[in-house]
């Protein structure tokens, strides 16, 4: 019997105590939950309706983390995964799960996390399908850990419930082919020059036009549609090029749904939804605090023949300073990093207060947190839309579209 560790609680049950339990549910971090007398226990890689065995190695406040022995009654919507890491590789979490089952949950889990924390009773559009459910991505990012001896050991992602162990991972079902066709050389060259390591790396491979860069300094092309985008490949570009036509035209329809004539791109980086929506819009406007990232917008707009695109650079105070677009004709498209809005930024937004607001987040917690805020600024849910950017793993994308409500008197 193995010993528990120090900060082990003993109840409500021991350590490595095996128990029997039913699959209700999954969390959306991807977690089976299921309870064993009321009591709430997370098992990871299993489904709803299933009937498994699993060990528990933590007991919470008020749940229980238990691993996957075995599972004794399968769910009909349970797949054989195409990753053979699958389970042990930290990457995916739903590669056992067919894909329409997985479109559910994830529409479930934002339509749970809107009335649970937002408190905002709303349909859930369900989640848009990506067009690629395997081969998607177009950059990767595997890592390794200081050289032991001179000699490196695993290059590849966390290792399943572990924040430090790196599994060896010599392909990835999830990137595109030529990734995949450039990670094994790769692997071999840091192997062989593994003496100049002192610590560990994290590596880059990005798609670029039918090859791979592996230095974030190198520039990278991306088409969207009809638009082409180049940008510094270590920078943030969306890295499931096959949905963004789909993704960019939604968010396109809905913040021009409510007849705006303006639309400001609060985050634009190197000009994705400035660009991608221009045609829907008499000026734009895309903010970015990085001088590098406005520089390449522009350059962006510049080589698609964009004219009545501008790209102004702000400090993180003054976002909407140089804005001079009538609040009551401008939307306003924010997607923010996975931490949500900033307060300052908010009250930024608010104190200008657009007609409508497209939140687009890769963090539907954080997002739906931040809904509270823009409700006491009196503004409305109009319409929520997942999108598959990620299949195979618990991430995606989320759209909301919200309205602000006439004042007291009338007036916007």
Known sequence: MQVAPKNFVPAPFAYHQEIELQIDNLSNTGLGVGRVDGWV????FTLPGELVRARVFRNEKNCSQADLIGVLKPSPRRKSPECPLFGHCGGCQYQHAEYEAQLGWKTAQVAELLRLQARVDVPVKRAVASPRIYHYRSKITPHFQKPRGEKV??????????????????????????????LPPLRRMVRSESARYRRGATLLLRASEGSVITNGRAVATERVGGLTFRFLAGDFFQNNPFILPLFTRYVASQASGGGARYLVD????????????????????????????????????????????SFLTSSAEAIFAQVDFPPGETAVVIDPPRKGCGGDFLRQLFAFGPERVVYV????????????????????????????????????ECVVTLQKEPSAHGQR
């Open 41 to 44: 226990v997370f098992v990871p």
């Open 266 to 309: 609060a985050y634009c980086g190197s000009g994705l939804f400035a660009l991608a929506l221009a045609g829907s819009f008499e000026r734009v406007a895309g903010v970015e605090v990085s001088e590098s990232s406005a520089d390449w917008a522009r350059s962006n707009a510049l080589a698609n023949g964009v004219s009545h695109v």
């Open 153 to 182: 050991g695993s290059i590849g992602f966390l290792k399943a419930g572990s924040r430090h162990e790196v599994v060896d991972v010599p392909h990835c079902p999830i990137a595109m082919e030529e990734i995949n066709g450039a």
């Open 361 to 396: 987040s890769c963090n539907p917690a954080t997002q739906i947190r931040d809904l509270s805020l823009f409700r006491e600024a009196r503004y409305r849910v109009l319409e929520v839309q997942p999108f598959d950017l990620f299949p195979q793993t618990r991430h995606l």
